[in-house]
């Protein structure tokens, strides 16, 4: 909490930004004098005399951390950030935390969110968030082709992470990884000498730096799918053509999945003479917001993804 800028001071009593005592973590119980330290420090007066109750508007015995990104990182944590500032623990904490326009803050792998705010925090611990650039979840595996049925993409990472009350200011983007491509369907064509076994190619990465997929060795190796950036999702690899075209080739994979959307499935296959595959679906995409519930939205801005 904070003192109240006007009106009333006291050093006890059980009225919140008015009590010195309830300011100093008491219960507005304890008998306390203008010369105990808690007091003068709260005052910012070490010694001589203290003016009340003016010394004491709008003061708070809150540790003040005020932090801005202004480069790319992974994995940010309030908490550990505040700590790492000298924060401690023990004393509430009035944290502001301000993302850089053009900066990404983003999770280094899908189980890791780009941005949590989480962990134990005092009574009377506030905390803003002002987003000016992007918050992104990591993005999804594409799919490994094979000569049969295609690999599944890789499920996209989540973004934003809240258990703790928090003010959050939207300016620009939060969005979670996307989903990985599924991988083309591959098959066995056992025509002309055969049988020469033809894999699909692998499906791009989600957005986010997600993985391209794999082409699994065989007679007929398809392409390994792209990988995601920070801007765009990876392309699938295209189609395999195995012996030839006419009997027989291995499916394209698909794209990955922008912001929070999902991976695109991978292409079928035809084959002459051969057994089939089937192709791969894509991975789902990543969560946007995950604790919304503890988010007081002052801007909304865009969001990709679910919201729960």
């Known amino acids: 909490m904070t003192l109240n800028s006007c009106g009333p001071i006291s050093l006890a009593g059980t009225t919140a930004g008015q009590s010195i005592e309830i300011e100093n973590g008491g219960n507005g119980t304890t008998q306390i004098s203008l010369n105990c330290t808690a007091v003068r420090t709260l005052a910012g007066v ?3 005399a203290i003016i009340m109750p003016t010394n004491f508007y709008g003061k708070s015995n809150a540790y003040t951390f005020n932090a801005t990104i202004s480069s790319n990182t992974t994995n940010y944590c309030v908490r550990a950030a505040a700590v790492c500032a000298g924060w401690p623990t023990g004393t ?20 890791n969110y780009g941005f949590k705010i989480t962990g134990c925090f005092p009574a009377g611990s506030t905390i803003s968030v002002i987003n000016n650039g992007y918050i992104l979840g990591h993005g999804g595996t594409g799919g490994t082709g094979v000569a049969g049925t295609g ?17 959050l200011t939207n300016n620009n983007v939060i969005g979670g990884g996307g989903g990985g491509g599924g991988a083309g369907a591959g098959g066995i064509f ?4 055969g049988p020469r076994y033809i894999s699909g190619s692998g499906g791009g990465g989600g957005i986010v730096l ?4 794999s082409s699994s060795s065989s007679t007929y190796t398809g392409t390994p799918g792209g990988a995601g950036s920070l801007t765009a999702a990876g392309s699938g690899g295209p189609k395999n053509p195995g012996y030839c075209v006419t009997y027989g080739y291995g499916g394209a994979g698909g794209p990955g999945g922008g912001y929070g959307s999902a991976g695109s499935n991978g ?16 991975g789902a995409g990543g969560a946007g917001i995950v604790g919304n519930s503890y988010i007081t939205y002052v801007a909304t801005g865009t969001i990709y993804g679910s919201i729960s």
């Open 151 to 167: 690999g599944t993409g890789g499920a996209g990472g989540p973004a934003l992470y809240a258990s703790y009350p928090v003010s």
């Open 210 to 213: 997600g993985s391209g997929g």
């Open 92 to 111: 509430a904490l009035k944290a502001t935390v301000t993302i850089n326009s053009g900066v990404y803050v983003y999770g280094s792998c899908t189980g």
């Open 46 to 48: 070490p010694s001589g």
């Open 190 to 193: 056992t025509g002309k000498g």
């Open 267 to 282: 292409s079928c296959t035809s084959h002459v003479n051969t057994g089939f595959g089937y192709l791969g679906p894509g």
